[in-house]
């Protein structure tokens, strides 16, 4: 214990370290001063009443990593997560991306145009965030009929993405300048931050849920319940990489089946054997694909679904079902030939173009 508090305070002895410290923690003394600027126009008493009631949904997941900004409509409501969404789209197109795979590959110089393009992919994507928010706030209302925007209108719609968007610029800002300046991963900083702002409010209200018995007798079963879920989902978050390694090291299984005419379990060793030592750009390529697929299977069955909605609106469920099917018939064809055009890429580059098997194939 001697040896940690002498550590401790070895940190402040040093003049650069103390200077580096004092800066983090003056960067997410600012980031947590933002906490309190909501956005212009909002009725905060309603939008409290209506976070209230969506409790345990996934906008509560969204405010903990906000660090309690979304709960409350600050400037930096959006967070750190646009950036991060922004870092991962160019790091997974850098596997599919042979621009991006050199710059990756470019050291220093590449570094740097790629945070480039982070940023600037950042903004685009806190603006279309923006203004999805804007949008629906305007169309909220709260129980008792309150609006929960003001003055909706134009107005409001610009304000908002101006606000958010610059709120998330500046987060991003200051976490390059912890990254540069101060000590330690500045993004990964203000995640924590947002996150140790908002366990103390969780764990009181789980206390008070708990003395109150607020969910009746079985509240003490309740907690015990609710501890065991979050100890599955915890199991289930690091089995989940295990089962994505599975899927792309079988992914190319059905074209070696029908193409090499193997059997079941041969076709499953053969995408094996094909994948290893292939892993991130097969995953890159299959994201894509997956990426692809998404948005031809939204736009095919929004194209169907829409006029049936106007036609016969109390019929929309067997529209959507409609559509569904619709779009499975043009996404179908397209996943299999993406698949089968990999797997012969695959073939290519490690082994070479076999085209005597290609002409037997067909």
């Known amino acids: 214990m001697n040896q940690f508090f002498e550590a401790f305070a070895n940190m402040f002895r040093i003049p650069d370290l103390r200077r580096r410290i004092l ?23 309603v ?17 903990l990593f906000s660090g309690g900004n979304f709960r409350r409509l600050t400037i930096f409501a ?36 790629i945070t480039q393009y982070t940023r600037y992919l950042t903004i685009v994507l806190s603006v279309v ?31 908002t993405i101006l606000t ?43 206390w008070t849920e708990v003395t109150t018995e607020q969910w009746g007798p079985f509240t003490g079963l309740a907690v015990v319940l609710l501890v065991t879920l ?18 792309v090291r079988t992914v190319v299984a059905v074209p070696a089946i029908v193409l090499e005419r193997v059997s079941g379990w041969g076709g499953l060793k053969r995408s094996w054997q094909l994948i290893g030592g292939r892993f991130w750009p097969t995953f890159g390529r299959m994201l894509l694909l997956v990426l692809i697929t998404s948005i031809i299977s939204g736009v095919v069955s929004t194209i ?4 049936g909605n106007l036609i016969a609106p109390n019929n929309s469920f067997v529209f959507q079902q409609v559509a569904g099917a619709i779009a499975a018939v043009f996404v179908g064809p397209i996943t299999y030939i993406g698949v089968t055009l990999l797997y012969y890429d695959i073939r290519i580059r490690k082994e070479g173009f076999d085209i005597e098997m290609l002409a037997r194939s067909l």
């Open 47 to 63: 939008l409290s009443q209506l976070f209230q009631q969506n409790q345990g949904s996934v906008l509560g997941i969204i405010d």
């Open 304 to 307: 169907f679904q829409v006029p």
């Open 230 to 247: 979050m100890l599955a989902v915890i199991a289930f978050i690091g089995l989940v990489p295990v089962l994505i390694m599975i899927y």
């Open 129 to 159: 965030q923006s203004l999805s928010i804007a949008f629906t706030l305007q169309r909220q209302s709260g129980p008792n009929g309150q609006a929960l925007v003001y003055n909706p209108g134009l107005g409001f719609t610009l304000m």
């Open 78 to 113: 959006l967070g750190i997560m646009p950036y991060i969404t922004s870092s991962i789209i160019l790091q997974l197109m850098g596997v599919a991306w042979p621009y991006l795979e050199r710059l990756q590959k470019e050291g220093e110089l590449g570094r740097r145009k």
């Open 23 to 45: 800066f983090t923690l003056g960067i997410l003394a600012v980031y947590r001063v933002g906490a309190f600027l909501p956005i212009p126009g909002i009725n905060t008493d």
């Open 164 to 206: 958010l968007t610059t709120g998330s610029a500046f987060i991003m800002w200051l976490g390059e300048q912890i990254s540069e300046r101060g000590v330690g991963n500045g993004m990964s900083l203000i995640i924590f931050a947002g996150i140790v702002v908002g366990l103390p409010r969780g764990l009181f209200d789980l």
